[in-house]
Structure formats: C-alpha cells, structure tokens
C-alpha cells in the first residue's frame, strides 16, 4: 500500500474515531445508528436537507472532473464514467492532502477507489472540506 494511501487511511479512522468518542458521550448527532449506537456517516440526501454551516460527517465517492470535484452517491462505470445520483460539490479538497490523494485515476475523471466518509461543513449544496468540523460532534 502506498504511503499516502496509508496515511489517507489513518486521517480518515482517526476522525472516526474521534466521531465514535463524541458519540459515545451521548450527543445525538445522526439517526443512522446501524453500526450499534457509534456515529455514522451519513448519506448525501440526508446532508442536502440540513441547514447552511452545518458540521456533516457524509459518506459518498469523491468524483473530479474539468467541472470541479463532487461526492456522488453512486459512480457509473461506463465511458464516459459518470457521477450518479444525490450529489455534493466538494470545496477546499487539495488543502487536504490527506482527502486529495484518494482522488485515483489516470486523466481528466478521477474517483476514489470506492465509497469514502469526509467531514465538513454543508452550506447550499457545496460540502466545504475541514476536519476541525469533527469537533462539533
């Protein structure tokens, strides 16, 4: 495994982490309590119906293209590969090397190599990148 796919990884379960040990306190911070009780990350269409500066933990694909970067709920396979469904434009990416290195792929379309959690805040259909937003929960 590459090292900055390691480290990816590492930022990701350590936000997790940190997730998990807000939740444990007894927040509520989500209703999607599947995994026995931890915070889980949500899904993109819960995240569009929240409010503007909301601190979200979403779950999707990272999909880049010349039209800027976006979380997807699905990625289609096909040529030309496509972003899918309930989707989120993806702001402040490459301030985080940590996220940007997820983006895989050869040319102009990159994805991440499946389904990925990041945190931030949502404000009118543009998830900004900031792992301080893990604090809010």
């Known amino acids: 495994m590459k090292t900055g796919k390691m480290l990816a990884v590492g930022a990701l379960?350590?936000?997790a982490l940190?997730?998990?040990?807000?939740?444990?306190?007894?927040?509520?911070?989500?209703?999607?309590?599947s995994d026995g009780g931890r915070l889980a990350a949500v899904s993109i269409a819960q995240?569009?119906?929240?409010?503007?500066?909301?601190p979200v933990f979403v779950r999707g694909t990272?999909?880049?293209?010349?039209?800027?970067?976006?979380?997807c709920e699905a990625i289609g396979e096909?040529?030309?590969v496509q972003c899918l469904g309930d989707q989120i434009a993806v702001?402040?990416?490459?301030?985080?090397?940590?996220?940007?290195?997820?983006l895989v792929g050869d040319g102009e379309v990159r994805t991440s190599d499946?389904?990925?959690?990041?945190?931030?805040?949502?404000?009118d259909g543009t998830?900004?990148?900031?792992?301080?937003?893990?604090?809010?929960?």
């Open 114 to 123: 499946g389904e990925v959690a990041v945190v931030g805040y949502y404000s």
């Open 18 to 33: 940190a997730a998990c040990s807000a939740a444990d306190s007894g927040d509520d911070v989500t209703d999607d309590t």
């Open 78 to 80: 096909s040529f030309p």
């Open 13 to 15: 379960l350590a936000l």
């Open 127 to 137: 998830l900004r990148i900031d792992p301080t937003a893990a604090d809010a929960f």
């Open 62 to 71: 990272l999909f880049s293209d010349a039209d800027g970067v976006r979380l």
């Open 91 to 102: 702001t402040d990416l490459e301030l985080f090397p940590e996220y940007a290195e997820l």
């Open 47 to 54: 995240v569009l119906t929240f409010d503007d500066e909301t």
